[in-house]
């Protein structure tokens, strides 16, 4: 073998080599080091004890612990006849949000998330895409995504992805945590909640990859 083949054996084995480990590092440093610097936003009206302890009191409440040992309960959701189900989780540890409970048969939709279909149990199939989203009125915009994009992947119960930016710094995101499958008079719901997370540094709002790094990432939820 001569000596040029021979090195170019070994540039290309460099390129092989090294190429993913600086995939990695930026990967880290553009997503999953700011995650980690995440903190979960608490709700003043929220995060008192009693009001965790009035929630998981009331009648058809319903209270789970999270993978992170996390203890949450949700009052009874409000049903608004041709419209999605609506309740408030909060947890032991303060954190709260707005949860959502959608029939299957029509799917989920709303901020990135485009659509939802069950693949088996509590499996589902999500689909994200831009969906044109934007905050704002007529004459100021305060966010928007600009990045046409749609992808579709698997989620299990209890993942946690960031659905959104709130600001263009990156300082604020929406997380949403899939809950699974619910019945409720015999009719199925995909069930969803989100909260807020931020960070003095923030995070690198392009789409679809600031979607695609959080999933599987523990958020602490």
């Known amino acids: 073998m001569n000596s040029n083949l021979k090195n170019l054996i ?3 084995s460099s390129i092989v080599i090294v190429l993913p480990a600086i995939l990695f590092a930026s990967d880290y440093i553009h997503y999953s080091f700011p ?8 709700d003043p009206f929220f995060n008192d004890p009693d009001k965790f302890i009035e929630t998981s009191k009331k009648k058809g409440s319903t209270c789970f612990t999270t993978p992170s040992m996390n203890y949450f309960c949700y009052a009874k959701p409000l049903i608004y006849e041709d419209g999605p189900k609506t309740s408030y989780v909060i947890g032991e540890n ?3 949000g707005e949860l959502h409970f959608d029939p299957i048969d029509k799917g989920e939709m709303y901020f ?16 994200f895409a831009d969906n ?20 579709s992947t698997e989620i299990e119960k209890f993942d946690t992805f960031i659905a959104k930016c709130n600001y263009y710094d990156g300082t604020s ?8 499958i619910t019945t409720i008079d ?24 600031i979607i695609q790094h959080s999933i599987g990432h523990d958020f602490g939820i």
């Open 186 to 209: 015999d009719v199925d719901y995909f069930v969803t909640w989100h909260t807020i997370a931020e960070s003095e540094s923030g995070i690198t709002c392009d789409y679809p990859q």
């Open 112 to 127: 990135t998330m485009k659509n939802m279909t069950q693949i088996e149990g509590d499996t589902a199939m999500i689909t």
């Open 173 to 180: 995101v929406t997380l949403v945590q899939y809950l699974g």
């Open 132 to 151: 044109d989203y934007r905050v704002g009125n007529r004459d100021r915009t305060t966010y928007e995504i600009i990045d046409d994009f749609e992808f």
């Open 10 to 12: 070994y540039a290309v």
């Open 35 to 42: 995650m980690e610097k995440m903190v979960l936003w608490e």
């Open 94 to 96: 303060g954190i709260s």
